[in-house]
Nanobody, 122 residues
Framework: VQLVESGGGVVQPGGSLRLSCVQTERIFSTYAMGWFRQAPGKEREFVAQISSVGHTRYAHAVEGRFTISRDNDKNTVYLEMNKLTVDDTTIYYC?????????????????WGRGTQVTVSS
């Protein structure tokens, strides 16, 4: 199973980015998908997840600004990020869940992408 993220980059505070993650070699629609982020020297932090039936959960820090969605026909999960702040600067990782249910802990995910850098700077 491979997860490949794209869409990271540099954006000004208040701007927007959309991250994408394509999963291969597994029945995508069966599993929860998530986004985490990790700054150097810090633990991996939950950002958002979407279950196999479309139930979503968000970290408090991003709720109301980020939106997670999935396109099962394209084996792709998205993270729409709006009103970005400098505190959102870090590497974002896509993760494939072990199950279809809601999952918010890293140990509930069995597959990880390599990450994509998001930098919010003026």
């Amino acid at each position: 199973v491979q997860l490949v993220e794209s869409g990271g980059g540099v954006v000004q505070p208040g701007g927007s980015l959309r991250l994408s993650c394509v999963q291969t070699e597994r029945i995508f629609s069966t599993y929860a998908m998530g986004w985490f982020r990790q700054a150097p020297g810090k633990e991996r932090e939950f950002v958002a997840q979407i279950s196999s039936v479309g139930h979503t959960r968000y970290a408090h820090a991003v709720e109301g600004r980020f939106t997670i969605s999935r396109d099962n026909d394209k084996n792709t999960v998205y993270l729409e990020m709006n009103k970005l702040t400098v505190d959102d600067t870090t590497i974002y990782y896509c993760a494939g869940g072990r199950y279809g249910r809601i999952a918010m802990r890293p140990d509930e995910y069995g597959y990880w992408g390599r990450g994509t850098q998001v930098t919010v700077s003026s």
